[in-house]
Nanobody, 123 residues
Framework: QVQLVESGGGLVQAGGSLRLSCAASGRTFSSVAMGWFRQTPGKEREFVAA????????YYKTSVKGRFTVSRDNAKNMVYLQMNSLNPEDTAVYYCAASPKGASTWSWQYDYWGQGTQVTVSS
């Protein structure tokens, strides 16, 4: 079992930055890949970024490459999503998720999910 708690969401103006954090507890953190997904009302949850257990490989949704950075601190059981140059299209509830099966862009590969944190970008 892995328990996940996100924090760091909020309201920011277009062009601004936010850093989301996800605290994990439970099984050995370094053994699970972590992902960030987001969802807006009426739409499916979409992949944003993922990082392997060791942190050696990272994956991004095309539209966030160069703006978002996923990282992790296995000593602290934390994963982060640094979001820069935010635009209104980034507005969503952001979820962190854990996958013992490895990093993936598919939400169904992730067994554990946080409760989500709202990010709102105003124009």
């Amino acid at each position: 079992q892995v328990q996940l708690v996100e924090s760091g969401g909020g309201l920011v103006q277009a062009g601004g930055s936010l850093r989301l954090s996800c605290a994990a507890s439970g099984r050995t953190f370094s053994s699970v890949a972590m992902g960030w997904f987001r969802q807006t009302p009426g739409k499916e949850r979409e992949f944003v970024a993922a990082i392997t257990g060791s942190g050696g490989n990272r994956y991004y949704k095309t539209s966030v490459k160069g703006r978002f950075t996923v990282s992790r601190d296995n000593a602290k059981n934390m994963v982060y999503l640094q979001m820069n140059s935010l635009n209104p299209e980034d507005t969503a509830v952001y979820y962190c998720a854990a996958s013992p099966k490895g990093a993936s862009t598919w939400s169904w590969q992730y067994d554990y999910w946080g409760q989500g944190t709202q990010v709102t970008v105003s124009s």
